[in-house]
């Protein structure tokens, strides 16, 4: 289990839709919903190397059943023998705070749905940090998830199953293949011995860039 850092109230903010400084009202919920988020989630990560074997059929991971289709991850993958597949949860309790905090104020919701964003990327960064500090590659690639891009997000399933998530972070899926709790990430992250070029990330391989809330208003989510 990691124990959060301090949560960036700018981060979250942006991901409110706030463009500039938040007005001081807004910043004292956030700093206070701030503290309640780091006390109550239990954030966990699970992960695993695994080989990866690019074929005309789509890429394949050694520890999963079923490759994984689209161009995008082909060229994400491209050059890469040896994959890490991650897996990071907020847990429950993050789920329970927005519903809780929304039955009296849709405003603090929002802020700690906001908040718990904002955390599940730090743990995904914490976790990276770890991982890699414990295994020396020479060259990796970033974080690539099943529904960026042209790769389907109906591998999360097998992605789970691969990690034993559910057993080891409680970390499970629904039949249209959203991650419960929701405040979840899969990710994959691509090992090589060469250096690696880099690919197109964030909007440019989003497959929410035409209706996304943070591009109309000129910001992006930081992914």
Known sequence: MIELDPISISEAARYMGIKGAPTDTIS????????LVRQRVRPKYVYLETSVDNTDDGVILGAMSEPLTGEDIKRHLSGCTRAIMLAATLSQEADKLIRQAAVTDMAESLAIDCLCSAAVEQVCDRAEQEIFSKHEYPYRTWRFSPGYGDLPISLQRSFLIALNAQRRIGLTVTESSLLIPSKSVTAIIGISETKIE??????????????????????????
Request: glycine letters at 12%; one cysteine or more.
């Open 198 to 223: 880099r690919g197109k990330r964030g909007c440019a391989v989003c497959n929410m860039r035409e209706s996304c809330a943070f591009r109309a208003a000129g910001n992006t989510c930081g992914r």
């Open 28 to 35: 004292e919920m956030l700093e206070r919903c701030e503290r």
